[in-house]
């Protein structure tokens, strides 16, 4: 019995000895929180800043005589929203470089490409003017979606006897990049 007992500590001990050798191959990390709590109606979605538009590759021939290519329909996404804060909220947009030529589009402000420009839709479908609030968008408990369309067009030209034409595009790769404010009422 008492025999038992010293073969039983020592298989404890054996035990415990073997685990803490295991102990010391370990693997650390670490976990990182961030965010922004804001005195909104809504905050963004992890999906809405930013929104990414691909146009992937658009042939020149699609931007002849001013036509709109490569419309992407994209979406700003509110979480949280609370309507008791707010019922509505409009969409500012303003590119980072307005194009110098057509001043409804927004430049490319990298790359080879030229000529044209980019364009958006609201969430009304009305052609959006830069620095100007977009039509209203009612507000809804939880997520609200706020609809746009990106488009690419060739760049407008008015001469002295205000004659449009609209600028040769050439090919080429381009990023651009369009800043938005949304206002809550």
């Known amino acids: 019995m ?39 109606a809504c905050g963004l979605s992890a999906n ?27 979406n700003i996404e509110l979480q949280y929203c609370d309507t008791t804060v707010a019922q509505s909220a409009v969409v500012t947009y303003n590119p980072t470089s307005p194009n110098a030529v057509d001043d409804s589009l927004a430049a490319f402000t990298s790359g080879t490409a030229s000529g044209a420009g980019i364009g958006m839709l609201d969430s009304a479908n009305q052609e959006v003017k ?24 060739s760049e407008k030209t008015t001469d002295a006897e205000n004659n449009v034409a609209y600028s040769p595009v050439t090919a080429g790769s381009f990023e651009s990049t369009i800043n938005f404010e949304i206002a809550y009422q």
């Open 2 to 40: 008492k025999m038992t007992k010293v073969v039983m500590a020592a298989a404890f001990t054996a035990a415990l000895s073997s685990g803490a050798a295991f102990a010391a191959d370990t693997t650390t990390g670490q976990i990182k929180f961030e965010g922004e709590l804001v005195n909104t």
């Open 48 to 74: 809405s800043s930013p929104v990414n538009v691909n146009f992937y590759q658009v042939p020149v021939s699609a931007l002849a005589n001013g036509q709109r290519a490569a419309s992407v329909q994209k």
């Open 130 to 153: 830069w620095g100007q609030p977009t039509a209203s968008v009612k507000l809804v408990n939880g997520t609200t979606t706020i609809p746009f369309v990106a488009f690419l067009r």
